[in-house]
């Protein structure tokens, strides 16, 4: 469980990275470093949900 919210945390710190501070200036790669940062955020909240998910149902067994 822990080891799925470290790696939730990470890919979601990439993306915001890739976000806010990533400076490039080329509009071409910014728009697709953009786009792979939105898919990498998905991922990691992904991450988030099924910890959070199997956290519900290790607590009701």
Do not use: C
């Given at each position: ?26 509009a ?34």
């Amino acid at each position: 469980m822990v080891m799925g919210l470290l790696l939730g945390s990470s890919f979601v710190g990439i993306a915001l990275y890739l976000l806010f501070f990533a400076d490039l200036s080329h509009a071409t790669a910014k728009q697709d470093l953009k786009l792979y940062a939105l898919l990498t955020g998905a991922y990691g909240l992904w991450r988030f949900i099924r910890v959070w998910l199997a956290w519900k149902e290790s607590k009701s067994k």
